[in-house]
């Protein structure tokens, strides 16, 4: 009985973590989606079909020991493909993952000659939107009904909890 009362105070807690709204998740891109990070791949458009946002992973997966990823500072390096001062650079494994945590734009070259093919990318990258707001918002009144509803389900959430735990009501 006595562990019975200790975890009412834990699915209370469940139950309000519960109704609060999850955050907008981060989305993870695969470079060159199916084709990868690889040569004979046009990574001018690629990036033209998404809208990446902080937060936002880039996963670069490429051919062990034949390709690298280097991220240079700016479009003049890019443009050259000049990787003589990376702001990372990563050769090891086959992937290479990278999470957009400003916004602004970045700028991606593979430095095994391959740049000067084509196998270079750049991103925008915007803020996170705010979620959205709902579709009408409610009056002074409709207000306190949802709060009051709320207040209810959680009650009734509580006793189904107790019953089932086979806790004493209280009168």
Same mark, same amino acid.
């Given at each position: 009985?006595?562990?019975?009362?200790?975890?009412?105070?834990?699915?209370?807690?469940?139950?309000?973590?519960?109704?609060?709204?999850?955050?907008?998740?981060?989305?993870?891109?695969?470079?060159?989606?199916? +084709?990868?990070?690889?040569?004979?791949?046009?990574?001018?458009?690629?990036? !033209?079909?998404?809208?990446?946002?902080?937060?936002?992973?880039?996963?670069?997966?490429?051919?062990?020991?034949?390709?690298?990823?280097? +991220?240079?500072?700016?479009?003049?390096?890019?443009?050259?493909? !000049?990787?003589?001062?990376?702001?990372?650079?990563?050769?090891?494994?086959?992937?290479?993952?990278? +999470?957009?945590?400003?916004?602004?734009?970045?700028?991606?070259?593979?430095?095994?000659?391959?740049?000067?093919?084509?196998?270079?990318?750049?991103?925008?990258? !915007?803020?996170?939107?705010?979620?959205?707001?709902?579709?009408?918002?409610?009056?002074?009144?409709?207000?306190?009904?949802?709060?009051?509803?709320?207040?209810?389900?959680?009650?009734?959430?509580?006793?189904?909890?107790?019953?089932?735990?086979?806790?004493?009501?209280?009168?």
């Amino acid at each position: 009985m006595a562990a019975a009362r200790n975890l009412l105070p834990l699915l209370t807690l469940l139950l309000f973590a519960a109704a609060v709204p999850a955050p907008s998740a981060a989305t993870k891109f695969v470079v060159g989606d199916k +084709q990868n990070w690889a040569p004979n791949v046009n990574y001018t458009t690629w990036p !033209d079909k998404y809208h990446f946002h902080v937060d936002d992973w880039l996963q670069f997966n490429y051919q062990k020991g034949m390709y690298d990823v280097v +991220q240079v500072a700016d479009e003049a390096a890019y443009e050259k493909c !000049d990787p003589s001062n990376p702001v990372v650079s990563y050769d090891r494994g086959r992937n290479f993952v990278i +999470q957009l945590n400003r916004t602004g734009r970045y700028y991606f070259i593979c430095s095994r000659g391959y740049c000067w093919g084509g196998m270079k990318v750049t991103v925008l990258v !915007d803020p996170r939107p705010a979620p959205p707001p709902s579709a009408v918002a409610p009056s002074a009144s409709g207000a306190a009904a949802a709060a009051a509803g709320l207040s209810w389900a959680l009650a009734a959430a509580a006793l189904l909890c107790a019953a089932v735990l086979g806790l004493p009501f209280a009168a």
